[in-house]
């Protein structure tokens, strides 16, 4: 493993998304009304996090 692992922009850029999609469907699970379609609006943004770090590594941002 790389002295740097984990610690490069794309990492951290992808894995702050990804906790702000599941904050976001945790919380939504807690209000009765909109519980679900809040939910997916988070289950959305955690896989956006994902898209974010492989748009990030395309562009070098993933790299030692």
Known sequence: M?????NTPAAWTG???AMAG???GCVGLLFDPVKMPVFWIGLVVTFLGLVVFIVMDK???HED
């Open 22 to 24: 599941i904050l976001i």
């Open 2 to 6: 790389s002295a740097s692992h984990g």
């Open 59 to 61: 562009m070098g941002l």
């Open 15 to 17: 894995v702050t998304v």
